[in-house]
């Protein structure tokens, strides 16, 4: 049996939602193809598009598959081809992409004996695997779509949270490779009381803003005081970026994922495309190589 996948893109964080908020983009996304027959063995047999490894315990893919091979009873063989469209490196999501594709792919061919909120502890294992670190906040909203709220990781406890229709976003990226791990090492591990404060509060707001259909509550929380100030230097231009994003109408702009790509929100297209002009014009007169993308999250 075999399966052809669009495996989309994800910026996470949202700004104050450090590991805990994302949502998922339907214009920039992975394709795979996804093939099950009896036997044994993850094989990944094609990767355009990126050089990664094929093998599959060193494959963020691979590795996903593995961990829901693992609670089967059931001898199957896997073979993987996937294109990336979504640069590694680029804090859009890619291996989410990836190994949230590969698991959703393999649960559809056996008739689903998961449901979507267990195949995340596998795609999970993919994330570990790409940055040491099993976060959930790309590979929750590519499996589940839309936002999600990562409300506990032990036990897992996602949430899947209601937004308003008109919700677009604006991502640019800068065309260099920030590792995850890297954007990681840069973080302190302690915050202070004044800064957890105004941090929960932002997260609060953020999700009373997407439930309340409430752009300008949304627009007030997405801020960040404690992980972009540290990340934001290893991004080119980051505040010219974001203070032309604001000017003309954007909602909110921080850093997607762990960067180098920058994302802003905004009400309907109309913003959207003035938004994405402004952030263009920045890199343009830098002479800054970039790729821009306007979704809408779904
Ligand atoms: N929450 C993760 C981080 C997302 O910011 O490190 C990585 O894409």
């Known amino acids: 049996k075999k399966i052809k996948i669009f495996s989309p893109g994800t910026i996470a964080n949202l700004s104050c939602g450090f590991d805990v908020i994302g949502c998922c983009l339907d214009t920039i996304g992975d394709e795979m193809t996804i093939t099950i027959e009896p036997g044994t063995g993850v094989f990944i047999t094609k990767i355009e598009g990126a050089d990664l490894p094929k ?10 598959v593995q961990a829901l091979l693992d609670e089967l009873d059931q001898d199957i063989q896997v073979t993987i081809t996937i294109l990336k469209n979504i640069k590694a490196g680029s804090g859009i999501g890619s291996s989410a992409a990836s190994s949230a594709g590969a698991v ?27 940055s040491g670190n099993a976060h959930a906040d ?18 897992l406890d996602i949430v899947k949270l209601p937004y308003p229709e008109d919700l677009m976003a604006i991502v640019v990226h800068p065309q260099i490779e920030v590792k995850t791990s890297d954007a990681r090492a840069v973080l302190k591990q302690n915050v202070t009381l004044t800064d957890a404060i105004t941090q929960w509060g932002n997260v ?43 000017a003309q109408g954007a909602l909110g702009c921080g850093i997607s994922g762990s960067g180098p790509s920058i994302f802003a929100l905004s009400q309907g297209i109309e913003t959207a495309n003035e938004v994405a002009k ?3 014009e920045v890199y343009k007169n830098a002479e800054i190589d970039f790729d821009i993308y306007i979704s809408n999250i779904n």
């Open 55 to 64: 093998e599959a315990h060193l494959n963020v893919a691979g590795v996903a």
């Open 104 to 130: 959703w792919a393999v649960n559809e061919l056996l008739n689903k004996p998961f449901a979507p909120h267990d195949l995340i502890r596998f795609a999970m294992q993919g994330e570990k695997l790409a």
């Open 138 to 155: 790309n590979v929750a909203p590519a499996l589940l779509g839309g936002f999600t709220l990562i409300r506990s990781y032990t036990p």
């Open 204 to 246: 609060g707001g953020l999700v009373a803003g997407l439930c309340l259909n409430d752009y300008q509550l949304i627009g007030r929380s997405l801020e960040d005081v404690i992980i972009e100030p540290l990340r934001s230097i290893l991004i080119p231009k980051f505040e010219q970026v974001k203070k032309a994003a604001l």
């Open 278 to 280: 402004a952030m263009h």
